[in-house]
């Protein structure tokens, strides 16, 4: 196995020891620590309805945690005490079919006032809604048409249901004393505060969501890493995207509108409760009901907000490596693609185009990349954008003038004894001098937004904002605490650089690594450093799955992966899965380990060259899913979950996808030498073998195939009309003209296309399709009868 040195991914470790940096534990300190105490949520002492609030005041009861022991097991328990308090607690009905609850000691804590309400998790308000109480002698009853909610009078418990009277969420309420539920409540243990829920799971139903996961699909019963971290590959639990929204299949969503850390517990302390906790003096948080996930999904981002769509030119191909040294390497480049007949539209310059590499001061190197503007001119008029690195680090170094007026305005997040932050004496790893940039300080925003938009106005497309994740919790930053701050510094770091790119360009792209509820409105993210590895390209799309099904429609990751060489086989089968993404970006570590299609032989490129024409063509279609994405929060890379919400057998499923509304593809996720068959489930209905058009009647069933190191098995939904366009080198920002359309007969479907250009509706019947488009592209359906699946 070749060994990936230091010089090639500087995150390596290359000296033993150091200094252990204190991992401070959340919520869980409470749960584990001898001695806490919890205040329990237990009867309503007085209650008033204003509008479609109800605020509630809860008498509390004291329990205190303790190490006991039952013969030879060591446990911790809750004692009962006599300490009492009471509760505040806030129940407003967001809409007719979402619900928020707040609840805090004594008194609801004001709004925080960072950060500024456009760059919250939460940036929209309430919706108009009729509410009714109704005051029973053991609960209260508060309904809108959409829900209601049953509130238990004593030892509070909010019960909602559907219009049609279908319990889908209720809090769990627990008898035990054991410390493995912990249910509405405040605890203390020490300087640790944090609040607590938790709901019921039942034995039929599957959680999804979280943020991007590597390691499952399905969250229950899997621990959850839930603090953003440089992930260094994508098969474990961390992850660079926490996102505190989860979806059930119970038909309900829940969303953690909190900035402090979180902590879940999804059937994972206790089967049958899904816990949630976030540390400091409150809890805040939504239930939003819906008949099917596709649903409470897009009811999700009316409160988060929908994704932008992004510009044609992204949805083209980029390529990239860590690093282009020149312009001269940039430039060979894009000639070879030209010449090879490979569609490109992105060049991307990583962490050497400073004077030296990593020395990020945003200023060009004057000897290997020279009149930037001319350069990139040249480039875009050959069909190429420039996509440019930076982060949110600043090297110490006294050649860096952003480092120098950083420091001399104070830009830059500082530590308890008012110096710039610095991790302790002796902490081993990269990059632990820089400085960091404090974008909660408005004037160190305005500077860094500047310098951004001025690279926009020089010629630049794009910027790629890397890290964003490794915020330190005991940073000192000017308007917020830093471990408050942890987890969504991303969301703002990533806005202040698109809302600069939007502002020269109009356009709204950046390449985002880390983020959190919110982050959706700052497309496009990709999946971080992969290894070189079969393992990483399935953890690549698990998180490309579960990422989906918390509002970003857009995704993507390092074609080949980042951290070592991949082989041929691996760079295709990679290569497969990410043209048909919904951004498609060629990316590895190391100025000589190239990610460009020729360099893995002949063989690699011819077919990387077929699946990056077949995009091309298919960018109408593409396109057209990335624009109703919008409105619709439904991600391009799509678990099947989202489509088949009722058929079970899919609900697990983490290796296949539906890509928009018409595919289904099923990557090919092993070696060749492992096994030359794919199996696959078929949901029930008709499909259609893409590469040989064979109709296939499915009643819901698994199918067993041959694959060829070409062919990456590839179905179309009976019913679809796929748009496609001219085969060509690059997009030059537009769609272009509709030259072909094939329908998939024996279901009847329609296709209502607006691409802002060109708009048409195409409606199919039996075996014939109608178009009013002018001029009338080809058409071509597709029909005969079905094979039954074998």
């Not at 001119?377 to 003038?401: H, K, M």
């Not at 951290?563 to 498609?584: D, N, V």
């Amino acid at each position: 196995m070749e060994t990936v040195s230091s010089e090639v991914y500087p995150q390596r470790a290359t000296e033993a020891g150091g200094v252990a940096v204190a991992h401070e534990n959340g919520p869980a300190a409470i749960l584990h620590g001898e001695g806490g105490v919890l205040f329990r949520a237990w009867r309503i002492l007085n209650y008033q309805l204003d509008g479609a609030v109800l605020s509630l005041t809860c008498e509390t009861v004291g329990y205190v945690n303790r190490t006991t022991q039952t013969h030879e097991t060591r446990l911790h328990q809750w004692t009962e005490v006599a300490t009492r308090g009471t509760l505040a607690v806030e129940i407003t009905l967001w809409s007719d079919a979402i619900f928020r609850v707040r609840f805090a000691p004594e008194v609801l804590p004001p709004e925080d006032s960072f950060p500024e309400p456009a760059h919250r998790m939460l940036v929209e308000t309430p919706q108009p809604v009729a509410v009714t109480l109704y005051e029973a002698e053991t609960e209260l009853v508060l309904a809108t048409p959409g829900i209601t909610l049953r509130i238990a009078r004593d030892r509070l418990r909010i019960r909602a249901f559907t219009s049609n009277g279908t319990l889908f969420w209720e809090q769990r309420r627990s008898d035990y004393f054991t410390a493995d539920v912990l249910d509405a409540a405040y605890g203390i243990l020490d300087s640790h505060h944090a609040c607590f829920d938790a709901c019921v799971l039942t034995n039929q139903e599957e959680i999804y969501g979280l943020g991007e996961r590597f390691d499952h699909l399905s969250r229950r019963g899997n621990a959850v890493d839930f603090w953003n971290k440089d992930a260094i590959g994508t098969s474990s639990p961390r992850t660079y995207i926490n996102v505190p929204f989860l979806l059930s299949t119970r038909g309900y969503g829940l969303f953690v509108n909190m900035n402090a850390r979180l902590d879940w517990q999804i059937g994972t302390r206790e089967a049958s409760t899904l816990g949630f906790a976030a540390e400091g003096d409150s809890l805040d948080y939504f239930v939003i009901a819906g008949d099917t996930p596709q649903e409470v999904l897009h009811r999700y981002c009316t409160l988060t907000g929908f994704a932008p769509t992004p510009p044609v030119w992204s949805f083209g191909l980029w390529m990239s490596r860590n690093s282009y040294l020149s312009w001269d390497v940039v430039e060979d480049v894009a000639r070879e693609h030209r010449q090879r007949g490979i569609p490109a539209d992105v060049l991307h310059l990583d962490t050497a185009w400073f004077t030296d590499d990593w020395n990020c001061d945003l200023r060009f190197s004057t000897e290997r990349f020279p009149d930037p503007a001319g350069h990139m001119l040249r480039l875009r008029e050959q069909g190429f954008r420039i996509s440019l690195w930076q982060y949110n680090f600043v090297p110490p170094r006294a050649d860096n003038l952003n480092y120098l007026e950083g420091v001399a305005q104070g830009y830059f997040v500082r530590g308890a004894e008012g110096g710039l932050y610095a991790y302790p004496d002796g902490t081993a790893g990269a990059w632990v001098d820089d400085a960091i940039i404090d974008v909660s300080n408005p004037a160190a925003v305005e500077w860094y937004r500047e310098q951004i938009a001025a690279l926009i106005r020089l010629g630049a497309a794009t910027i790629k904002t890397d890290f964003g994740e490794g915020i330190p919790a005991d940073g000192v930053f000017q308007r917020i605490a830093g471990r408050k701050f942890h987890n969504l510094y991303s969301l703002v770091y990533n806005a202040v650089v698109a809302e600069a790119i939007t502002a020269v360009s109009g356009e709204h792209i950046v390449w985002a690594r880390s983020g959190t509820a919110g982050s959706q409105r700052y497309p496009v993210h990709w999946g971080g450093d992969s290894w070189c590895d079969w393992h990483s390209l399935s953890g690549t799309l698990r998180a490309a799955l579960s990422l989906g099904l918390c509002g970003f429609p857009y995704f993507s990751h390092d074609i080949g992966g980042f951290i070592g060489r991949p082989t041929p086989e691996l760079y295709i089968r990679w290569a497969q899965f990410g043209l048909f993404s919904s951004h498609a970006r060629c990316h590895g570590a190391g100025n000589d380990n190239s990610r460009e299609p020729w360099s893995f032989g002949d063989e690699a490129c011819a077919i990387f060259a077929r699946y990056a024409r077949l995009r091309y063509r298919l960018l109408p279609y593409i396109y057209q899913q990335a624009r109703t994405a919008t409105h619709s929060a439904q991600p391009l890379v799509r678990a099947l979950v989202l489509e088949y919400p009722h058929d079970r057998n899919v609900w697990r499923i983490d290796d296949q996808y539906c890509f928009g509304d018409a595919f289904l593809v099923a990557p090919v996720l092993a070696p060749l030498a492992e096994s030359a068959t794919r199996t696959l489930y078929l949901p029930a209905g008709l499909w259609y073998d893409y590469w040989t058009k064979e109709p296939i009647e499915s009643r819901g069933e698994w199918v067993t195939r041959p694959v060829d190191i070409e062919t990456m098995p590839l179905y179309v939904k009976a019913g679809s009309i796929i748009p496609y366009g001219e085969e060509r080198q690059y997009t030059d920002n537009v769609i272009g003209a509709i030259t072909r359309l094939e329908a998939y007969t024996g279901v009847d479907g329609r296709l209502v296309y607006d691409d802002g250009v060109t708009a048409f509706r195409a409606l199919l019947q039996g075996e014939t399709l109608a178009c009013d488009l002018h001029p009338v592209p080809d058409i071509v359906p597709f029909h005969g009868p079905p094979t039954r699946v074998p």
